[in-house]
């Protein structure tokens, strides 16, 4: 007994420990960070400031501020610590965000790029994005452009909105404009914002123009427009979001940057330009927290305004043949994020077997089709199926339901009730090599366990010495090398397997980094551009310029989806980016 509690102990020691660095890993694989400028475009001499956020971390402290030629970042002062509520698929999460604003001034005109932010939260260091920018000597053409956004000015956690944007210029300018950015400082850099698909709204002409002066984006036509006057020619840009967190967004001060470049026989020369801004002021939207009063047990977190409607392939059916019971919602909701009803587990379904279902989901539908077996010839009906919704027009929950569907069912010929059939298994040995009879003395002899292991262990440790003699840094068989061979095969089980986007996410992550030598961190929320430029300045392998567009968007969609809490990204498609990433050498 005296030796047994040590041993417990130490046992119950280990767990603890291990559970630390469990939930220590967990913690750092939800953080969030971000980073962006108060304006994207700002006036040679005026102020500007450098926000960083930290979202689900304890504890959070900034490294050494960058040193840029031109500008002066800082002092760090204090960070503002808040706590904010995150809800999604009726679960709800509180978390801890960490804010610093940081003075920047330039002492020159031109266009700056602050380079990644050291982030040490909760122990472990992790990096923002680059931010870009640009300083000008003076801005001038407010009364030549045009910048509008319409957006709300209050929602709900989990409901989506769309921001609706209109730029454009002067009429009189006619074909002298032939240069358009929009400059928008807070695109891809509010943590707590996921882009949702824009539905088709019968683009008309579309045109291509800058954003943030690195992407080019398609816009359609917004007509021509009257103000003060002036007739402006307008293009328009909408984009849909979810805002997954209470609180505020901040939308810093944005520009519309149009203008000029002059032509020389070798085309355009940048250097030669002659641009005007139009300013839109900073937007606030206040982000409310879906109300704990009164909340459904079943609510599972649909938010908006939701329509439902349900159809069966089949009417006339035998007791315990399928029926295919397929319910649409659609309206202006998280369609996307909610946990459709689970019928096994509601009242008026007993009497039917539910053997699964199958989901669809796309910008303006969600559609669930269950596989259902009515087994009581007594029954009449398939029953409403109930959604519980947060209704953001009635401020209220409420539940939508679909219309009951008359059935009729025929009893089996012969069958007083469906039999459940057991089946039976039999197992025999099929080891055949075992002999259980004690070895005779005059056996040869063999080494013992511990002789044996001592043995196989001085030969790996003289054989690895070896091996690093003759192969140096290129062994292939170091634990670097192995992790990079094994990481395609990893990522196609661990894809699959994935219980939810953020697993996804990390998964891919976690690839990239086998492949690069990099940690899992360094691929969250990373500039794919940037990282190819780097590729390509030290002369390592590249990936072309559409595989670099896929893996943009595939990381892109991953981070949303993680944040959303949604449920796991397409496997198939994270595969068979890896593929063609490993295909040209990444």
């Known amino acids: 007994m005296e030796q047994t509690l040590p041993r417990i102990w130490r046992a119950w020691l280990c767990l603890c420990a291990l559970l630390l660095v469990w939930s220590g890993t967990a913690a750092a694989q939800d953080l969030r960070v971000s980073a962006r400028m108060s304006s994207g475009v700002i006036k ?57 604003s940081v003075p920047v001034t330039a002492t020159q005109t031109g266009r700056y790029t602050i380079p990644p932010l050291e982030v040490r939260a909760d122990g472990k260091a992790t990096f923002t994005k680059p931010v870009q920018f640009e300083v000008v ?48 400082p807070w695109y891809g850099a509010l943590s707590g914002l996921v882009e949702l698909p824009t539905p088709d709204a019968g683009q008309r002409a579309a045109n291509q123009i800058n954003l943030n002066g690195d992407q080019i984006i398609s ?39 149009f203008g000029q470049i002059a032509r020389s026989f070798f085309g355009f020369d940048p250097s030669q330009k002659k641009t005007m801004y139009k ?40 007791a315990g043949d399928s029926i295919k019971l397929t319910v649409d919602w659609s309206g202006d909701a998280n369609l996307d994020f909610f946990e459709p009803p689970d019928l096994a587990r509601l009242k008026g379904f007993e009497r039917f077997r539910v053997y699964g279902r199958t989901d669809r989901k796309s910008a303006e539908r969600r559609t669930v089709v269950y596989d259902l077996a009515p087994v009581d010839p007594e029954l009449k009906e398939i029953p409403a199926v109930p959604l519980s919704v947060f209704d953001v027009d009635r401020r209220s929950y409420q539940t939508i339901e679909t ?64 091996r690093r003699a003759v192969y140096g840094a290129d062994d292939p068989w170091a634990p670097v090398v192995r992790k990079r061979r094994r990481a395609l095969a990893e990522l196609r089980r661990s894809a699959q397997v994935a219980p939810d986007a953020d697993a996804s996410y990390r998964a891919l992550c976690t690839y990239l980094a086998a492949r690069t030598n990099e940690t899992e961190t360094a691929w969250r929320g990373r500039d794919v551009r940037a990282w190819v430029i780097e590729q390509r300045q030290a002369d390592r392998p590249a990936p072309a310029a559409e595989v670099e567009a896929e893996l943009t968007q595939v990381l892109r969609e991953c981070e949303q989806a993680a944040w959303a809490r949604a449920g796991r990204y397409d496997a198939v498609r994270i595969v068979r980016l890896a593929e063609r990433l490993q295909a040209e050498g990444v």
């Open 403 to 466: 219309r009951p569907i008359p059935i009729q069912v025929r009893a089996l010929k012969n069958a007083a009730a469906l039999a459940e059939v057991e089946v039976q298994r039999e197992y025999a040995s099929d080891i055949s090599d075992i002999v259980s009879t004690p070895r005779e003395s005059s056996d040869p002899w063999a080494p013992s366990a511990p002789a044996l292991l001592l043995g196989v262990g001085v030969v790996l440790a003289a054989g690895g010495r070896v």
């Open 219 to 257: 816009v359609e036509s917004g007509g021509e427009r009257e103000r003060d006057g002036r007739t402006y020619t307008t293009l328009r840009w909408r984009k849909r979001y979810l805002a997954s967190d209470p609180g505020v967004l901040e939308l810093s001060t944005s520009h519309f940057e």
């Open 44 to 100: 040679l001499g005026s102020d500007a400031r450098l926000i960083i956020e930290v979202r689900d971390a304890q504890a959070a402290g900034l490294g050494d501020l960058p040193k840029v030629e031109g500008l002066s970042i800082g002092p760090l002062g204090p960070s503002i610590t808040g706590r904010t509520t995150e809800i999604a698929n009726g679960r709800t999460k509180t978390s801890v965000q960490h804010t610093w």
């Open 279 to 318: 300013r839109l002021e900073p937007v606030s939207i206040r982000v409310l927290p879906v109300p704990e009063a009164a909340r459904p047990i079943d609510w599972t977190g649909a938010v908006g305004r939701v329509e439902a409607r349900a159809a069966a392939d089949r009417r006339v059916v035998d």
């Open 137 to 184: 000597k003076d801005v001038e053409g407010e009364d030549f452009g045009w910048f509008t956004m319409d957006a709300p000015r209050e929602v709900y956690a989990g409901q989506p909105f769309t921001l609706d944007l209109v730029v454009g210029f002067d009429k009189s300018l006619g074909v002298n404009v032939n240069y358009a950015n929009i400059t928008l």
